[in-house]
């Protein structure tokens, strides 16, 4: 979350952003403050801790974040430069189920829908699409 940088407040609106191995989604959640996010592949997988970042820690992710997102175009380095904090969760792969396994074929009771019967990225709304 930052600060609304000047490029985007004459005109407020959801932005989709694709670059070299990373996406970038931004949308305004009020008049002054902007919520991003960054899906990015890693090129190891950690363990993941959930936990927030120390101050130091967040400071560090930032500059990071800058290095390897100078080149964007705006408003994608205004926005990290602006962050108030930084949060990183892990978003792994797994096998996509069949459509036989999306429901219970011995009681019909339980049906699988959303991101529960395809994985997709948390950051596109494509599980409640699916759902729907």
């Avoid at 430069?81 to 009771?109: F, M, N, T, V």
Wanted: negative net charge.
């Amino acid at each position: 979350m930052s600060l609304t940088p000047k490029s985007l407040q004459a005109r407020p609106a959801m932005l989709n952003l694709y670059g070299p191995g990373a996406h970038f989604i931004c949308y305004p959640i009020s008049a002054t403050t902007t919520s991003w996010a960054i899906t990015q592949r890693e090129s190891t997988e950690t363990q993941e801790s959930w936990k927030s970042f120390t101050p130091d820690e967040s400071a560090m992710q930032k500059i990071d974040l800058l290095k390897q997102f100078k080149e964007w175009a705006s408003p994608v380095p205004e926005l990290i430069e602006g962050a108030e904090r930084i949060i990183k969760y892990g978003l792994y792969d797994r096998p996509q189920l069949d459509p036989e396994e999306w429901y219970s074929p011995g009681s019909g009771r339980c049906v699988l829908i959303g991101d529960a019967a395809h994985p997709t990225s948390p950051h596109l709304g494509q599980g409640a699409n699916q759902a729907l």
